[in-house]
């Protein structure tokens, strides 16, 4: 019966997400940017704007998809990481509800002028899609493609110019299991191309780290696997890093996540 009951309240949460994205976020999406056509809004203006609008519906479907699965949220977040300035925002990536999360997140930290570097396909997503590109954010490819750090400069530099913040998950994909000899059990190796170049683009930002834990181990990995979350708490823990070194990028990064790692373990154990 629980297992019954932990399918209906995932696929629950599924269709009313899908319900009120394009029913009532979609057009609200398109409404904007048609205002600010004509109007003819400066572009740091629209940028902002379309943030703002990603920021408020990641939020609202944070709250409605966790109350509907029975989801509890821990969001621990230190005075220090309070505060409207710019950082750089690296996280693990472990589940399908990790950019609500993050949405959550840092809006608790005051921060809801965010620009993402994602994966290729949500880029070309229909009304996400859009979103992002019309608040300058980047893609990467599955898989590297020589222009990945051009497109996340690109992005920096108009994130710099707009006083927003930047996502990234440096892992590059969300974790499934353990690589091989990598020496983490509950997150994928950090890449450092992307965090270098945000790094040398926006030298004034601090880092805030995030890690994303699950009680009860494993969670959904795709937006059909609603279940496996219903009654799981989820911890958002937020550091601020203010002496990240470029010169030492790779090191800061490996034992960063290797405190995630351990994080996540106890987590997972609670």
């Known amino acids: 019966m629980s297992s019954i009951i ?8 599924l269709a009313a997400f899908v319900f009120v994205f394009m029913l009532v976020a979609t057009p609200q999406l398109y409404a904007l940017l048609a205002w600010h056509r004509l109007t003819a809004a400066p572009p740091v203006r629209r940028r902002k704007a379309i943030a703002r609008w990603q920021s408020a519906w990641g939020v609202r479907f944070f709250a409605m998809t966790t109350a509907i699965m029975g ?44 620009r993402w570097i994602i994966k290729r396909q949500l880029f070309f997503a229909p009304t996400i899609g859009r ?29 710099r110019h707009d006083g927003a913040s930047v996502v990234i998950f440096p892992e590059g994909t969300r974790f499934t299991s353990p690589r ?12 450092i ?17 995030v890690t994303i ?31 990240v ?9 490996q034992e960063e996540w290797r405190r995630k790692d351990r994080a996540i373990a106890a987590c997972a154990r609670t």
């Open 193 to 209: 191309g992307g965090v270098l170049a945000l790094r040398r683009a926006l030298p004034d930002c601090h880092v805030l780290s």
């Open 131 to 159: 979103s992002c590109r019309e608040t300058g954010c980047a893609y990467v490819a599955r898989g590297g493609d020589p222009q990945d750090i051009s497109r996340v400069r690109l992005c920096a530099a108009r994130a």
């Open 6 to 13: 932990g399918k209906l309240r995932g696929a629950t949460a």
């Open 245 to 253: 070194d470029d010169r030492a990028i790779a090191s800061w990064l």
């Open 71 to 114: 989801v509890r949220a821990d969001f621990r977040v230190p005075a220090d990481a309070v505060g409207r300035g710019p950082v750089i925002v690296v996280a693990n990536h472990r589940s399908s509800l990790d950019i609500l999360v993050l949405f959550a997140a840092l809006a608790r930290t005051g921060r809801a002028d965010l």
């Open 213 to 243: 834990s699950w009680t009860g181990g494993p969670e959904g990995r795709t937006m059909f696997d609603g279940e496996s979350f219903v009654g799981k708490t989820v911890v958002a823990e937020c550091a601020l890093h203010t002496d």
């Open 180 to 191: 091989p000899g990598s020496g983490y059990a509950n997150v994928l190796p950090p890449k």
